[in-house]
């Protein structure tokens, strides 16, 4: 069967191959009748559309953006904060047209790198390894690229949440309370795991090292020095840090997470050995992702507006390739979105 082309169609219903292609791609070209006669045509023909590679060479853009993981992309599909954020970028890029592309900074088949290789037109870095050069890649690249919960660059747009503030008013909740053995949970992608002497001197993302620092200035404004642990972000154990966290000498009577798939994780490891929430240990998460309201007890937790993060970052990237299409050039915006502590069963005074 011969291929199907745009003269193809345009001669069968005698006009020009311009007026085809335009049917596709630029319809306020052609009346509504002529555009519904065109594409009833190819579609009889069995004409799907002009090729997306040869308009994209012809447009010079692709049609895509990507938003570049360090985690494996399994993370984007199961860890319902990356899903909050992705589903929201995908709702604001809807009308647009442009397409989502899920980008890991690991090398693939072939010693692919989806920075370097894959066509996108822009994309948002979001919550990456500092020392990942697949960031750095897309810079080199000249892509318009805004950053989501990492350290802001100058002349790099940027969209983060407030950790610190956040993190900080949990670590108050606690102190409030009448909590002086106190815990951290926290996580990191480099260094040791298990209990941390000095915090300060282990490398962090910037979400991670946001959060520390609104523990510790409540807690160290309290005179309280924490006890720290760290988990690896990917474990064959989830709850091995959190016991041996539990086994310390004192043990704390109050843990506060990096995470509420941390907490729900200590929660489960406390309740392993008979102690009760918040009975026996007070409990707090963050992010205030779906998981903390099903917990049992609820879980007291530091609410991020998530969807609200998606929508600005996908607002900046849109500005950022539309100005790299103009050649214009504005001032980077650097978006810090507010935070919220959420009080639920989980926090009490300590036990006497």
């Not at 001197?201 to 991670?208: D, G, I, M, Q």
């Not at 993060?309 to 915006?333: C, D, I, N, W």
């Amino acid at each position: 069967m011969a291929r199907v082309t745009l003269q193809t169609i345009a001669d069968q219903v005698g006009v020009s191959r311009m007026t085809v292609s335009n049917a596709f791609s630029r319809p306020d070209q052609l009346s509504p009748a002529l555009r519904a006669q065109v594409l009833a045509t190819a579609q009889e023909l069995g004409y799907v559309g002009p090729d997306p590679a040869a308009r994209a060479l012809a447009r010079g853009t692709t049609g895509a953006v990507g938003v570049l993981l360090t985690e494996s992309l399994r993370y984007a599909f199961t860890d319902e904060v990356a899903m909050g954020f992705l589903g929201a970028i995908a709702e604001e890029l809807a009308p647009t047209g442009l397409a989502l592309t899920l980008l890991t900074s690991s090398a693939g088949q072939g010693d692919v790198v989806p920075a370097r290789d894959v066509a996108i037109d822009g994309a948002l870095v979001y919550s990456c390894d500092p020392k990942s050069p697949a960031a750095d890649v897309l810079m080199r690249r000249r892509l318009p690229v805004v950053f989501v919960d990492q350290t802001p660059v100058t002349g790099v747009p940027s969209v983060n949440v407030d950790d610190r503030a956040g993190a900080r008013a949990a670590a108050q909740h606690l102190v409030d309370l009448g909590h002086r053995e106190v815990g951290i949970l926290s996580t990191g992608v480099h260094g040791p795991y298990g209990l941390i002497a000095d915090p300060d001197a282990v490398p962090e993302a910037h979400v991670t090292r946001q959060r520390m620092r609104g523990w510790t200035d409540a807690l160290g404004a309290a005179g309280i020095t924490p006890t720290v642990f760290r988990q690896p972000h990917e474990t064959p154990d989830p709850s091995a840090v959190a016991r041996l966290l539990l086994s310390v000498t004192p043990r704390p009577t109050a843990v506060l997470c990096f995470s509420d798939a941390l907490a729900e994780t200590l929660v489960h490891a406390a309740e392993d050995i008979g102690l009760k929430v918040p009975r026996d240990l007070s409990v707090v998460g963050f992010d205030d992702n779906p998981l903390a309201s099903r917990m049992r007890p609820p879980l007291t937790t530091v609410r991020q507006d998530v969807a609200a993060k998606g929508q600005a970052a996908t607002a900046a990237l849109k500005v950022a390739m539309e100005r790299a299409q103009s050649g214009g050039s504005t001032r980077a915006r650097h978006v810090l979105l507010p935070t919220e502590l959420v009080v639920r069963a989980s926090t009490a005074a300590p036990p006497r």
